[in-house]
């Protein structure tokens, strides 16, 4: 298991709920970011993951803090559970609210391109932003529907075309650059995320994984260590995702996020957004 070391972070009740408070925010580089093609390494046992303490910690999480192993994420999947589901159709508009771009009010950012772009320009053709599930949805066979399918904590806006160069590829290191991919990389069963965004990608994962567990009509989503994962109920890879958590700390864009779905959507959290040693901690 990883050292750990400690760290405040405390959250306010409502999160940037202004203009000026957004534009005050860090946000993901809007132009490409160059990401090298050969692989990183996965996390090593001197790796150091940062432990958190939160405002939630006493309530939201409080009967989960303290915990390891299978019982943190039993704790943590029961948290989680209690939300508001969303229509497909209604999450373009969440969307647009989650991924606001803070330099841009009219705009949002896109996932793995890093490019800021019209909220207007939301649909299926080429230049448009399409709904991306980062757990990818054949990943289950949960589709659209209410449930996995709409759940804003792992959908994120993506240009169309780079949405479908990714298609339902689980993630790993390495691959040839994704034109217009802002430092993507892709082979023909891996999808490596622009650098900035490599944590987001793995904390998505590990909230899905948690979040649906197969008691609710849904598949038991989990990590595991392949790619190629096809329809069956697995995203992969684990040592990579657990390697990005680390080598991409939340920041301000992230946190902010994680507010926004809490206070206004769905009325959960990311636990790993706000704990990011606890991906050690059960995995």
Not at 200 to 229: K, P
């Amino acid at each position: 298991m990883l050292a750990i070391r400690m760290r405040t972070r405390r959250h306010k009740a409502s999160a940037f709920a202004t203009a000026a408070a957004l534009t005050a925010l860090a946000v993901p580089a809007l132009t490409a970011t160059p990401a090298t093609a050969t692989a990183t390494a996965p996390a090593t046992a001197t790796a150091t993951a940062t432990a958190t303490t939160t405002s939630y910690d006493s309530t939201y999480y409080k009967n989960a803090v303290g915990k390891t192993g299978t019982a943190l994420k039993s704790s943590l999947h029961t948290i989680i559970s209690s939300q508001t589901k969303l229509s497909y159709s209604g999450v373009w508009n969440a969307l647009k609210a989650t991924d606001q771009d803070p330099r841009n009010s009219n705009n949002v950012v896109l996932l793995y391109s890093g490019l800021s772009r019209g909220k207007s320009l939301n649909g299926g053709d080429t230049g448009d932003w399409n709904r991306e599930h980062v757990w990818a949805k054949s990943h289950g066979d949960f589709g659209t529907s209410t449930g996995p399918g709409t759940d804003i904590h792992h959908l994120r806006p993506t240009d169309v075309r780079v949405n479908s160069i990714r298609g339902n590829k689980d993630f790993d290191n390495g691959g040839s650059a994704v034109s217009g991919g802002g430092g993507s990389l892709t082979d023909s069963d891996s999808f490596e995320p622009r650098d900035a965004v490599k944590g987001d990608v793995a904390r998505m994962i590990f909230y899905m994984a948690v979040r649906y567990e197969g008691g609710d009509g849904w598949a038991d989503l989990e990590v595991n260590g392949n790619v190629n994962n096809g329809s069956a109920p697995y995203m992969g890879r684990l040592s990579v995702l657990k390697a990005w958590n680390e080598q991409d700390p939340p920041d301000a864009f992230e946190e902010r996020r994680n507010q926004v779905i809490y206070d206004s959507y769905q009325h959960n959290r990311n636990p790993f957004i706000d704990h990011p040693e606890w991906v050690e901690a059960i995995w």
